[in-house]
């Protein structure tokens, strides 16, 4: 009796990963709505904001001094392994390379390269934009702040805007803006954003950066998040270049496999011109001299003295001394018969 085998929970996991051989069609591409667009003007003047207050000197750089003096890492001791630990979720290099085998399975799947070069466009945007801010602003961290109560601005820092806030929530935020249905997106985004606070948070634990450096790190790395919409175009055009040139090298493969092997070409047989008399005494003179082989060599034939005629050449001779007498009534051959005449009654 035949059973089936009994499928275990790994089984299963694959065989719903093989639910989806090809791309989604119902997969849908973000758009630059104007719901997004108010989001994004709004947080860019929150940003806006941060900056300004930093700058003026407010509340919220006293606010940044008192949290610095509070020192966190001793008040909670006991999490600080922890929170060495958490804080690797917003380092760049290690989510980098995390978010990118995720997003690489995912277009081999999908047999698209959009997460991939959506991954590629947001970390462009996100060394850019952020990079700029810190070397422009070069404020200085806690760890090497000079004057109590002052915003450290242009002294060479660069802290402002936190670093792995931003990229906390990119790389992670990414997978809110690429996923397939918007219950998965919802859910993907608010586990992007506590990721990201909580990253930000831990490096002000830590002590190596500003509450309001991690407040303007979150809003920069939301930006960049609504902002990518409008790079939508430039990854499709992307991507289909990069189809295009894999079609032609997988052509151009294909056709230097199958290309047969050159034929042997026959030979072309010349018409032979009239050779003249000086052509033929050139070949003369170029041709060795072939030599005929030599007869063989026979005993030799005994043969009658005198000159030897042909039978019917000779002149019939009468022997000397014949018996016979000569008839006179015989005519030599080729003579003229005359008539003979008639005797008797």
């Known amino acids: ?117 959506a991954l590629g466009v947001s970390l462009l945007l996100l060394n850019v934009t952020v990079g700029a801010a810190k070397i422009g602003m070069g404020r200085l961290g806690p760890h090497y702040a000079t004057t109590v109560g002052s915003n450290e601005m242009w002294l060479g820092g660069d802290i402002f805007p936190s670093g792995h806030t931003a990229n906390a929530v990119v790389t992670w935020g990414i997978l809110a803006y690429l996923a397939s249905t918007p219950r998965a997106r919802r859910w993907l985004s608010a586990l992007s954003a506590v990721t990201s606070l909580g990253v930000g948070l831990s490096t002000v634990y830590l002590g190596t950066h500003w509450l309001s450096d991690v407040l303007l790190g979150w809003a920069a790395g939301l930006l960049i998040l609504l902002a990518l919409p409008w790079f939508e175009p430039l990854i ?88 016979r007498p000569p008839h006179t009534d015989r005519i030599p051959r080729g003579a003229a018969q005359t008539a003979r005449p008639l005797t008797g009654g």
């Open 236 to 323: 499709a055009r992307s991507e289909a270049w990069i189809f295009e040139l894999r079609d032609r090298w997988r052509e151009r493969r294909s056709a230097t496999a199958a290309l047969p092997a050159a034929p042997v070409e026959a030979p072309v047989l010349l018409k032979p011109r009239p050779v003249g008399a000086e052509d033929e005494a050139a070949a003369r003179e170029a041709a060795p001299v072939a030599r005929s082989p030599r007869p063989a060599v026979h005993p030799p034939a005994y043969l009658a003295p005198g000159p030897h005629t042909a039978r019917a050449e000779r002149t019939p001779v009468t022997p000397a001394g014949s018996r």
């Open 1 to 117: 009796m035949r059973t089936e085998r009994k499928l275990t929970r790994l089984d299963r996991v694959f065989a719903r990963l093989d639910r989806e051989p090809e791309r989604p069609a119902h997969i849908d591409v973000p758009r630059m709505t104007r719901h997004r667009i108010v989001l994004f003007a709004s947080t860019l003047a929150f940003y806006a904001a941060i900056v300004w207050a930093i700058v003026i000197t407010s509340w919220l750089v006293r606010l940044d001094w008192q949290v610095m003096f509070f020192r966190p890492y001793q008040q909670w001791a006991e999490i600080h392994a922890f929170i060495d630990y958490y804080v690797v979720l917003g380092q760049r290099g290690p989510t980098a390379v995390m978010i990118a085998a995720w997003l690489g399975w995912r277009s081999w799947r999908q047999h698209t390269l959009r997460p991939l070069l």
